[in-house]
C-alpha cells in the first residue's frame, strides 16, 4: 500500500480499486460481492420511509407511556388503567401478554407502553426512536416531587411530548395535593388551577378512583395533538422490546408508527431480517395485520433486534436480508474502530 502511496492503517477502509490491485500483486482475482454498489444504493432508497401526504393521513390512537418515581404508582396505576376496560368481556381480565396494552374508553383506543419509568425514553432517544405520545407522570400525593420525577419531566421536555400529572394516593391521609402542585411550579409544570395549562388529575390508583378521569384527559389531549399516520403505505415502527425464547426463537414487540404490517410481510429491524412468521395482539391472540398505533409482538426474525431499532417493510427477502448483512457489517467496523481506539488510549496510558 505504501509503495502505491496509500498510506493506511489496520482498520481503515480502502478502495476496491486498490484492494484488487494488491489482490493481483500476489496472484488473486477480487470479486465484488452479492452488494454492489449499485445495490446499496437501492438498499438505502428502500430504507427511506416515504413522506407522507396529507390526504393519506387518518387520525390514529395515543400512544402512552408511565413515568414518575420508584414507589409513586406506576405499576398499579397501569394495572388500574387495564381494570377499566369492560369491552372485553373476558373471564379473569386481561392478562398482559406483551411489552404493550390497549384500553377503550368511550370506544377510543389508547396504546399503553408497559415499561415504566425512563427506559422507554432513554434507550429509544439513545436510537433517535420516538413512541411516546403522551407522558403519565405520576406523583404520590403523600411524598412529592422526588429526584426520578424532575428526571421524568426532564425527558419528557426534552422529547416535547405533552405532560399529564396523575396526582395518586388521594386516599392516603398524609395525602396534599396542593404541595403537590407547588412543587410542580417550581419545576416550571403549571397546573390549570394554579392559572398554567398542564393538566393534573387527583386520583388513587389502589382505591380505582377517578382512573376514567384521567383516561378523558388522556383522550382530550390527543385530541389537541392530532395524531395522525397513513395506514396505506409500507409498515414502519420501532422495537419496544426483544428477547430470545426457547421455544419460538427471536420475539420482538414492535410498535407499528406507519403503514400496515402483515403476516408474510419481509421486514428489517436493526440488524435483524426476516418474513413476520405471526403476530401476536396483547390480548395473547393471533391477528393478521396491525395497523398504525398498533403493538404487536413479531415472531419470524433471523437474530434479537435491540429496544429501539427502527422496523421497516421491504419489498422482498432478498432485500430484507442484504439490509441487515449491510448494517451487521457496519455494526462490526465500529466495534473494530471502537475497539483499536481503546487500546492506543491504553498505549498511551501506559505511555
Ligand atoms: P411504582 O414503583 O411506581 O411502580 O409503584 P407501585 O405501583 O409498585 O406502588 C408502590 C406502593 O404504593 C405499593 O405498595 C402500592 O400498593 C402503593 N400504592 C400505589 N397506588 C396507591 C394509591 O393510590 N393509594 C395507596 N394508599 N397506595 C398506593
Ligand atoms: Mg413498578
Redesign the pocket.
Given at each position: 500500500l505504501m509503495k502505491m502511496g496509500t498510506m493506511a492503517t489496520i482498520n481503515q477502509e480502502i478502495s476496491f480499486e486498490i484492494a484488487s490491485l494488491i489482490c493481483n500483486e500476489f496472484g488473486y482475482n477480487l470479486i465484488k460481492s452479492d452488494t454492489s454498489e449499485i445495490e446499496e444504493l437501492e438498499i438505502e432508497a428502500l430504507m427511506e420511509i416515504e413522506e407522507d401526504d396529507e390526504k393519506d393521513l387518518l387520525p390514529r390512537p395515543p400512544v402512552v407511556t408511565v413515568m414518575?418515581?420508584?414507589?409513586?404508582?406506576?405499576?398499579?396505576?397501569l394495572d388500574a388503567i387495564r381494570d377499566t376496560d369492560v369491552t372485553s368481556g373476558e373471564a379473569g381480565g386481561i392478562t398482559q401478554h406483551i411489552g404493550a396494552s390497549e384500553v377503550n374508553v368511550n370506544g377510543q383506543k389508547i396504546v399503553l407502553l408497559d415499561t415504566?419509568g425512563h427506559e422507554a425514553f432513554t434507550s429509544m432517544r439513545a436510537r433517535g426512536a420516538q413512541v411516546t405520545d403522551i407522558a403519565i407522570l405520576?406523583v404520590a400525593a403523600d411524598d412529592g416531587i422526588m429526584p426520578q420525577t424532575v428526571e421524568a419531566i426532564n425527558h419528557a421536555k426534552a422529547a416535547g411530548v405533552p405532560i399529564i400529572i396523575a396526582i395518586?394516593?388521594?386516599?392516603?391521609p398524609g395525602a396534599n395535593p396542593e404541595r403537590v402542585k407547588q412543587e410542580l411550579s417550581d419545576q416550571g409544570l403549571l397546573v390549570e388551577d394554579w392559572g398554567g395549562d398542564v393538566i393534573s388529575v387527583e386520583?388513587?390508583?389502589?382505591?380505582r378512583i377517578n382512573i376514567e378521569g384521567l383516561l378523558e384527559m388522556v383522550l382530550l389531549v390527543a385530541e389537541v395533538e392530532e395524531l395522525k399516520a397513513n395506514p396505506e403505505k409500507r409498515a414502519v415502527g420501532t422495537v419496544i422490546e426483544a428477547e430470545l425464547d426457547k421455544g419460538r426463537g427471536p420475539v420482538a414487540t414492535v410498535l407499528v408508527q406507519g403503514g400496515t404490517l402483515r403476516v408474510g410481510d419481509p421486514i428489517v429491524a436493526g440488524v435483524a431480517s426476516g418474513k413476520v412468521r405471526a403476530m401476536i395482539n396483547y390480548k395473547g391472540r393471533r391477528v393478521k395485520q396491525a395497523g398504525p398505533s398498533t403493538a404487536v409482538e413479531i415472531l419470524g426474525l433471523s437474530e434479537v433486534p435491540s429496544g429501539g431499532d427502527q422496523f421497516v417493510q421491504v419489498p422482498n427477502d432478498k432485500a430484507a436480508r442484504l439490509i441487515a448483512e449491510k448494517r451487521q457489517e457496519l455494526r462490526r467496523e465500529e466495534m473494530l474502530k471502537a475497539s483499536s481506539k481503546i487500546s492506543l488510549d491504553d498505549l498511551f496510558e501506559q505511555l
Open positions: 414518575g418515581h420508584v414507589d409513586h404508582g406506576k405499576t398499579s396505576l415504566p405520576v395518586n394516593k388521594i386516599d392516603k386520583l388513587s390508583a389502589k382505591k
